[in-house]
């Protein structure tokens, strides 16, 4: 293992095929934690997965993340997703020109949500990079595999509810051995030729229907609901 406190001569003759990048936050963590918590925690976990795997880059855990929702409290520092991105993108692109092309990303702040998006955006420009995150279901645990996540039994019977005549027949089922997270790996052509991950056989457009109702009942209920609290906490909106 190689970090940011080893020279220059001495990452080069280490040759590490894997970086390690933990990403944090700095943001409020009620009255007894550090606005550091996730900082340090990514710290933490980065230094112990690295000393795990052995030969790779251990970078330093990014402090500075999205952090929007707790701008209303003291101490909290926030990057817009598009800037956290763009820095991503950036130290990805930075371990790429010095041959490192195998990169796990990780974080601990759940609101850093544009890592996803990001890790697979690059992944689909820079075919010679395999960026991963650093969890997910071990291929020999199929059971935890999710068996509906494009074309399957739900989006079938949508359609077949909503626009019957547009259906044509039925792809096979196909049960992919991969985690959801392996679309930000390889895509969904890697995943499944025809396309379909799921169970379009079992498609139900009388379920489909009667679900549908019951979630638009919900989901007006919600909005209102919603809205009102809203404007209890915040005020009203003003009207020009």
Do not use: F
């Given at each position: 293992m190689v970090t940011v406190y080893n020279t220059s001569k001495e990452i080069a003759e280490a040759d590490p095929p894997i970086a390690i990048l933990p990403v944090g936050s700095l943001e409020q963590?009620?009255?007894h934690l550090p606005v550091a918590t996730d900082?340090?925690?990514?710290?933490?976990?980065?230094?112990?997965?690295?000393e795990a795997?052995?030969?790779?880059?251990?970078?330093?855990?990014?402090?500075?993340?999205?952090?929007?929702?707790?701008?209303?409290?003291?101490?909290?520092i926030t990057l817009r997703p598009s800037t956290l991105a763009l820095v991503i993108e950036d130290i990805?692109?930075?371990?790429?020109?010095?041959?490192?092309?195998?990169i796990v990303i990780f974080t601990t702040h759940g609101g850093n949500w544009v890592l996803k998006p990001t890790i697979r955006d690059l992944n689909f420009r820079?075919?010679?990079l395999r960026i991963i995150h650093a969890d997910g279901p071990l291929l020999t645990e199929r059971e935890s595999m999710?068996?509906?996540?494009?074309?399957?039994?739900?989006?079938?019977?949508?359609i077949l509810a909503i626009r019957p005549e547009l259906v044509k027949g039925r792809s096979p089922d196909h049960a992919a051995p991969f985690g959801r997270e392996w679309l930000d790996y390889a895509g969904m052509g890697?995943?499944?030729?025809?396309?379909?991950?799921?169970?379009?056989?079992?498609a139900d457009p009388e379920g489909y229907a009667d679900s549908m109702d019951a979630m638009v009942e919900r989901r007006v209920a919600y909005i209102r609901e919603t809205f009102a609290r809203l404007d209890e906490m915040l005020g009203p909106i003003e009207e020009d």
């Open positions: 963590h009620g009255e900082w340090l925690r990514a710290d933490d976990l980065g230094q112990r997965l690295a795997l052995g030969n790779c880059y251990l970078l330093p855990a990014i402090a500075y993340a999205n952090s929007q929702e707790h701008m209303d409290m003291a101490g909290t990805v692109l930075s371990l790429r020109h010095h041959g490192i092309r195998r820079y075919p010679d999710p068996r509906e996540m494009h074309a399957g039994k739900g989006e079938t019977a949508a890697a995943v499944t030729e025809t396309g379909t991950w799921g169970e379009p056989s079992k």
